[in-house]
């Protein structure tokens, strides 16, 4: 037998099976005819895309939504060719043409982009697949209620003439994940008047959408054809008004962790880390943990950073540097390669996603997708019992 290599310095470790059961907690909160479109965008928020639409497919998910053409034709390339792929962040200039070649549903916000879908199309001898966003109320993407109409008459031409189908509208909340927030009902409300303009003009979309993780949770009137999960598939709540990941059934699929590099003592008065924020008080003894903010540490959670170490929840002492931060161990005095955990699921008393959200005065989100690509990923199935 050979001895099992020790674990890197520092990991992200992916737990596959709780992704497949949020997967499919998820689908149980809506009704049988509601697709469900796993959210992969920005390498499945930190999480690795190509592993997490496979896992999600195999959960029970019928398509993958990302964000840019070049994820969308990385998981086609990769060899995710037989479900529907949804990119709805397109700029001019992008490569239309490859989206149609690869089947790609794409996202169409104004003229100038259902002109140059028709370009590429034309070049291409393909039918274009794409989907009208409708701009309800949240003002980022999206064709404004003022434009619709221009939008979806040419959108319908081009479908008559075959150059494009048109296999969805759709739309994204702006407050969905604050309860009763009162844009809300109004952009159900405006989504709903525009379906109804599109369908009387004569569109028949495969699919219509508006539901993001928090209302896929919450808003059971907004699931229409298809809900798009991503926070919430890997996790992490949406929100803490929504509840704990706990509280809404699901489990957090990264921890990140890292043996410590050094354990040493020093006196009282000693400074810690760039500008001395951190002195201590009295003799003790300073544990170093191998990742900073290069690794997707955040500098803001300085000095408030929370961090599991020997069985005791220790706090970032000092700055958060590029490559390390310190923890004030109080005296204890664990072997060099100890395990740091940062964050995981927050079963074995160890900090989540959301503590560390607190600690910088951001979002869960933020923490997860931000850890950097020098921190391995370590795939973990906890369903099956195996790495």
């Not at 792929?85 to 003229?111: F, H, K, N, R, Y």
């Not at 701009?135 to 479908?159: F, H, I, M, S, Y």
């Amino acid at each position: 037998m050979t001895e099992a290599p020790p674990p890197p310095r520092a990991r992200a470790e992916i737990d596959l099976g709780a992704l497949r059961a949020n997967v499919r907690a998820l689908r149980a909160r809506v009704a049988p005819h509601v697709r469900v479109m796993a959210v992969v965008k920005a390498d499945a928020y930190g999480h690795g895309a190509l592993r997490c639409a496979r896992a999600a497919l195999e959960a029970g998910a019928d398509w993958l939504g990302t964000a840019t053409p070049h994820e969308a034709l990385a998981l086609r390339a990769a060899g995710i060719t037989d479900v529907p792929v949804m990119c709805w962040l397109w700029t001019s200039g992008d490569p239309w043409d490859q989206g149609i070649e690869a089947g790609i549903d794409m996202s169409v916000s104004g003229m100038w982009a259902l002109e140059e879908v028709v370009r590429a199309a034309k070049a291409v001898g393909k039918t274009a697949r794409v989907q009208l966003k409708a701009d309800t109320g949240l003002g980022r993407n999206g064709c404004r209620p003022a434009d619709w109409p221009e939008l979806v008459g040419a959108a319908l031409k081009a479908e008559v003439d075959g150059l494009v189908k048109v296999t969805g509208l759709w739309s994204h909340f702006a407050c969905a994940d604050e309860p009763h927030h009162p844009s809300i009902a109004a952009q159900l409300g405006v989504f709903r008047k525009m379906l109804d303009h599109a369908e009387r003009a004569g569109a028949r979309p495969e699919v219509r959408h508006i539901a993001n993780s928090s209302a896929t949770l919450t808003l059971p009137e907004a699931h229409f054809d298809l809900v798009r999960p991503g926070i919430a598939m890997y996790g992490v709540s949406p929100s803490p008004e929504l509840g704990t990941s706990a509280e809404l059934g699901l489990r957090p699929v990264m921890s990140l962790k890292a043996g410590v590099a050094l354990v040493k003592q020093v006196p009282a008065g000693h400074g810690v880390s760039y500008g001395h924020h951190y002195v201590t008080g009295e003799a003790t003894t300073l544990g170093l943990v191998p990742l900073g903010y290069a690794d997707g540490v955040p500098r803001h959670a300085s000095g408030r950073g929370p961090v599991l170490v020997d069985g005791r929840v220790r706090t970032v002492a000092g700055r958060v540097a590029m490559d390390q931060f310190v923890v004030d161990l109080g005296g204890d005095a664990p072997k060099p390669g100890t395990e740091a955990v940062l964050f995981g699921p927050g079963d074995g008393g160890e900090p989540t996603a959301e503590d560390w959200a607190v600690a910088a005065d951001t979002i869960a989100y933020e923490i997860v997708t931000r850890i950097g690509a020098r921190v391995p990923r370590v795939v973990v199935d906890a369903a099956e019992g195996h790495t």
